[in-house]
Structures are given as structure tokens and as C-alpha cells.
């Protein structure tokens, strides 16, 4: 196998829309006059093409899912309120955010990651509550990436590969 070719199981934690949640933010959210003209099909296009620029619309996702987000929807309170809530994610973290390492977890011979870690994430002023999981990984142009996540029973390798396919779905779109 060379360098170019993409092993995916991205499928494995694909879940589908939860369409019921969307019909029900589409019908009975507090949208302003354009919103509410569009139906559940044009509101879902928008949805998937991040032009909402509303966090919120996060919430109308599936629980069962690992929501996976850039940079721009860094929020410590929102991790926080997602852990505490059930809700999984991967995100990149900025690159001056301040983190604390509890723990260094051991990587396989080989491993394409650079690091793995427990952490909390934050300054002692305004930090986290909760304990995250911390990948530094490279990017295909080189650059160094720290991704934070809540899920700690699937592989580093799993984590980086789903926040790099996210990159293949934004692509598509």
C-alpha cells in the first residue's frame, strides 16, 4: 500500500440523520421568517454545509454519534456540557490553547500519532471540568495537529482517521 491510499472504517461510526430531531427544529424552532420558508429538505443542505453559523444546531443531532468539528466551535463550556450530557466529539484545538497533562497513554510501534494523552484543557482561571483525550497528529501537509476528544475506548489511530475523513465529507460538499 503506498502513502496515497486511504484505509476508511469511517462507515462504522457514521449514523445516520436523526430526521425526527431535524422536522422538529424545522417545525417548532424559533427560526426568523427566511428560516421557516425553507423546508426540511433545503434546511437540512444548510445544515450540512455549515452555513447555519449557529452552534446550536448541534443539539438537533443524534446522541449516538461523534459529532467532529473544527477549530471555530472550540468552546470549553460546550465540551463540558457534551461530556456531561452524553454527547461524543472530536475537535482540533487552537493552537495557543493551554492544556495539562494528567496522563501519556503508550502508542503502538509505528503509530502515525504523535501523541496520546489525558489532559484537561484550559487555564486554572477558566478551565474545563472535565479530563479530555489529547492527539497530536500530523496533518497530510505536515502540519502538527492536537485534536481533543471525550472517547476514550477507540484507538488513537481510529480518532485521527475520523477527524481526518471529515475532511474528505467537507470536500464532497
Known amino acids: 500500500m503506498d502513502k496515497n491510499t486511504l484505509i476508511s472504517s469511517f462507515g462504522k461510526w457514521v449514523s445516520p440523520i436523526n430526521f425526527k430531531k431535524i422536522f422538529e427544529h424545522v417545525e417548532n424552532g424559533k427560526?426568523?421568517?427566511?428560516?421557516?420558508?425553507?423546508?426540511?429538505?433545503?434546511?437540512?443542505?444548510?445544515?450540512?454545509?455549515?452555513?447555519?453559523?449557529?452552534?446550536?444546531?448541534?443539539?438537533?443531532?443524534?446522541d449516538a454519534l461523534l459529532n467532529v468539528f473544527d477549530r471555530g466551535y472550540v468552546d470549553y463550556e460546550r465540551f463540558n456540557r457534551m461530556t456531561d450530557d452524553g454527547y461524543f466529539f472530536v475537535s482540533r484545538l487552537k493552537k495557543n490553547a493551554v492544556i495539562r497533562e494528567i496522563e501519556r497513554f503508550t502508542l503502538p510501534e509505528g503509530s502515525k500519532v504523535l501523541a496520546d494523552k489525558m489532559v484537561y484543557i484550559g487555564t486554572p482561571q477558566k478551565r474545563a471540568e472535565n479530563i479530555f483525550r489529547l492527539l497530536e497528529v500530523i496533518d497530510t501537509k505536515g502540519n502538527n495537529l492536537r485534536l481533543i476528544t471525550n472517547r476514550f475506548d477507540l484507538s488513537a489511530e481510529e480518532i485521527s482517521e475520523i477527524y481526518r475523513s471529515r475532511w474528505t465529507i467537507e470536500l464532497f460538499f
Open 31 to 62: 427560526q426568523d421568517y427566511y428560516i421557516k420558508k425553507l423546508t426540511t429538505e433545503a434546511f437540512i443542505k444548510l445544515l450540512l454545509f455549515a452555513q447555519l453559523h449557529e452552534t446550536e444546531s448541534l443539539q438537533a443531532m443524534s
